[in-house]
């Protein structure tokens, strides 16, 4: 009976979905294993922060080395899958990104023998991408009844790192293996899970795509940002382009100085006019577009941050 009403439920989830999405590409999913499960089987890596030793998953290693971690994820995404949502798979995502490195690695200018420019920051952002990250932890207990696995499914949003979806169990007693175990206690437990991802859907798609927006200043600007030109500030011109181009004018400028201003909860579209996706970059190019422009003509650099954040500079590049 658990199994029909399941069923049931996922059915009238999937329609539901399909009728908010219509012909427009869904957001793509990917399962990752949680920092603490990679903390705790000891698949980390250590980095320089500017003089702060930082420990990050390492996923790579994760997936080598772990016998459960695929079939696990296989498993999830199976069921995912079955309800309609496109999933990236990991493991052949960091695989493309190796691929990709070793290459880079071996090219070389004709001419002057040069290699390929890469900055830290600019390793550090070849990571596997995708709207949403969902991500397992699992724990096998012994009981007299046999093993029973707990676990907790996280989702969160790439661009703004919030989390939008939440489930957390402990399956029924079984001798059956892991992943066998854990896609009983996931089913068993799905419900709100779909429940909070299928509203927090309705309101991307209605309300748009949420994004943090950042305009500074170089010190050597000769410029604030709370001059005027042709008798108006400058953060009022972006105050108002932000007002006409953020989607149904929804932002919030939590602060401001003379030498910065962010804008959070900003916002966007999810697919522009040529239905490609839209990201916190695209929107402050067309800022920077817009500030390149008369009468401002300044010069600008562009940054970002994961998909959800974009820093835009004044001054020079």
Not at 62 to 71: N, S
Not at 287 to 311: H, M, Q, S, V, W
Request: proline letters at 3%.
């Amino acid at each position: 009976m658990k199994k029909l009403t399941l069923s049931l439920f996922l059915f009238f989830v999937g329609f539901s979905l399909n009728a908010v999405f219509g012909q427009a590409k869904k957001p793509t999913l990917m399962i990752l294993p949680s920092d603490n499960w990679c903390n705790q089987r000891y698949f980390m890596t250590e980095y320089d922060n500017q003089g702060t030793k930082v420990k990050v998953p390492d996923y790579k290693l994760a997936f080598q080395e772990d016998t459960e971690l695929g079939q696990v994820i296989s498993k999830i995404s199976s069921l995912m899958t079955d309800e309609g949502f496109p999933l990236k798979n990991a493991e052949q995502e960091l695989k493309n990104i190796e691929a990709r490195r070793a290459e880079d690695n071996m090219t070389m200018s004709r001419t002057s023998g040069s290699s390929i420019s890469e900055s830290p920051l600019d390793m550090l952002k070849k990571t596997a991408k995708a709207d949403i990250l969902i991500q397992i932890w699992w724990k096998v207990n012994k009981t007299d009844k046999g093993k029973a696995l707990s676990f907790t499914l996280d989702a969160y949003d790439s661009y703004t790192s919030k989390l939008i979806a939440s489930s957390t169990g402990t399956g029924e007693p079984s001798d059956d293996i892991v992943p066998v175990l854990l896609l009983e206690a996931v089913s068993q437990n799905i419900n709100p899970f779909l429940t909070q991802l299928q509203n927090y859907f309705n309101d991307m798609f209605e309300n748009g795509r949420e994004i943090i927006l950042t305009v500074k200043r170089w010190d050597n600007w000769n410029y604030y940002l709370d001059d005027e030109i042709n008798g108006k500030e400058i953060t009022d011109y972006i105050n108002n382009w932000m007002r006409e181009n953020s989607l149904n004018g929804r932002y919030n400028m939590s602060d401001a100085t003379e030498n910065f201003i962010r804008f959070e909860q900003v916002r966007i579209p999810i697919y522009d006019k040529n239905n490609q996706a839209l990201d916190a970059r695209d929107f402050g190019n067309e800022l920077r577009k817009y500030l390149r422009g008369e009468p401002f003509n300044f010069d600008i650099k562009l940054l970002t941050r994961g998909l959800g954040e974009a820093i835009i500079i004044l001054g020079e590049k």
